[in-house]
């Protein structure tokens, strides 16, 4: 195995142990610390280089190692590892310089293969996760590698020395809480999950035990009650529909409808994410919090993978209305908005809404993209302040600009949507157990292709009004033809044409 190890400067073995015991000793401090962590990374045809925001530290405390793909970098109290898409070498070109004014460490690493292209270094998470383990085959299962538990010592041991970590290495690794990216498996094979009393929800069905005091909470969108974490799914689906069917508002709607003026202004904004740039680039803020998403592995089969990227449309959907209507100004209202409109959400209750008809799972059928949207439209028209169908339908016309900008692009929303729901008391757990998760497959395994192909067929998808369940076009009708309505033809075309006139905001 070829390994080497740039020291600055040279840096003894004992030193080593000195400085575990030292990180060992002030976790909590380096916890927040590593907070502070920030790198970005960039390559040019000879080198990648990486550069690490790590003020008020010694330049002697650096140890760097490169490992054929794996880069890693000890700083007292920050560890941080990369695994790389191709390997990189220590040469005579490398170097590594800490700037103690600005607090940044750039390490310039050489390319093995001169030219090379290292593909998506700016989706950080994914730099961060973890290659598969070659023994994982069969069940589905999460790997969860970022446990604060300790119950699971004997296990990391064993995974750690079947992925081949030396023993030093993992006396590092434990010390430095603050650890990236820390082996460690809890696989959890699906007959297991079966086992237990409750049901289990969320991103691939992995997440428990969040609702358990639901009751006491101010959770205004849960609509299971006290029992969402015994609900099975086919009484969450259930009670989601019911609960539609009682929010429904017919005057309410038809209010909307017949006096739209606010809601054409809704109509003629246009997403600043929607816009395509050859110029993506994220935020240091982006930066920071795709580096602190929960390290965890997905695997999931290919049905799992169809369906998540159907709540994905659900979660964009919801994430557009409420861009759309606070002009992406985020309101205290904004992580309800999101909560109430997602069923995955408030129902606990994600796509499939039908039954996929072709075994080709690699296609999107328009019934099933239909059926999907149809979800979020009747929660668009039932429970937010503005329920029109026009406003539903520029909300899918945004989730299919936002696709695509492929992965990039949708992880910024999400990213987004996280940062709505973070800052909420009760709402954030919707960020733990589906945004998260998220964020980190869209970053780590979302491909752009299926998203444009998706992007392509959610334009030209068209939600029937009839579809919705609701009399829609009925009372529609009424308000066009209605007895208070001025019927004079004239007067009814030049409100027409007034209304396709852009509003001024
Ligand atoms: C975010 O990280 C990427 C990739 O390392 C980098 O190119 C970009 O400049 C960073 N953004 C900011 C604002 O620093
Ligand atoms: C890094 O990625 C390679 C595949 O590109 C994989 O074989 C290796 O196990 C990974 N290393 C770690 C420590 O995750
Ligand atoms: C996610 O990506 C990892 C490798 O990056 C792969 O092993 C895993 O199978 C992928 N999972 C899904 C659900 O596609
Ligand atoms: C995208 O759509 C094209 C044209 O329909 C199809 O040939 C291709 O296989 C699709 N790609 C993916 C990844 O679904």
Known sequence: MKHST??????????????????????????????????????????????????????????ISVDETLFSVHINPYFLRLNFSHALVEDD?????????????TVTLTKEVRGQEFKDLDLLAKLLAPRPSQQ??????????????????????????????????????????????????????????????????????????????????ENEVNELGADAEACPPDERRRRRLAHEDEKWDEEHYLADF????????????????????????????????????????????????????????????????????????PTPESAWTISALTPAFSALDPPPYQPHPSSDLSKFTAPELAATFAASYRRALAFPLYRSFALADACRADVAALLSGGRRVVARCLLEMKRILDHHDVYYVYSKIWVDDFCMWVLANASDKVLQNLSRDVACLRVEKKSIGWD??????????????????????EDEIERMLPVPL
């Open 93 to 105: 070109a490398s170097s590594a310089a800490y700037d103690p004014g600005s607090g940044y460490l």
């Open 472 to 493: 829609l076009q009925e009372l529609e009708a009424l308000v066009r033809e209605g007895p208070n309505r001025d019927l004079d033809s004239d007067d009814e075309s």
């Open 136 to 217: 994982a085959h069969g069940a589905p299962i999460i790997e969860v590698l970022d446990s604060q538990d300790t119950a699971n010592d004997a296990e990391d041991d064993l995974v750690a020395r079947t992925q081949g970590l030396s023993l030093e290495q993992q006396e590092i690794l434990e010390a430095a809480e603050n650890d990236w990216q820390l082996p460690q498996q809890l696989p959890e094979p699906l007959p297991a999950l079966h086992i237990r009393a409750e049901h289990r929800y969320g991103f691939l069905d992995a997440h428990a035990g969040y609702f358990t005091h639901v009751a006491h909470t």
């Open 258 to 329: 017949a006096d739209d003026e606010y809601i054409q202004e809704l109509l003629a904004w246009n997403h600043p994410h929607a816009i395509v740039s050859d110029e993506f680039q994220y935020t240091e803020e982006e930066n920071l919090t795709m580096l602190r998403l929960p390290r965890k592995e997905y695997l999931a089969s290919a049905r799992q993978t169809h369906d998540l990227y159907l709540t994905l449309l659900t979660l964009l959907f919801s994430y557009a209305y409420e861009s759309r209507t606070t002009q992406c100004d």
């Open 6 to 63: 740039l020291l600055l400067p040279t840096l003894i073995r004992a030193l080593l142990a000195v400085l575990c015991h030292a990180v060992h000793s002030q976790h909590l401090a380096s916890q927040q610390l590593s907070s502070g962590l920030f790198e970005s990374i960039c390559q040019t045809e000879v080198s990648v280089i990486v550069s690490i925001y790590c003020p008020s530290v010694r330049a002697s405390d650096v140890e």
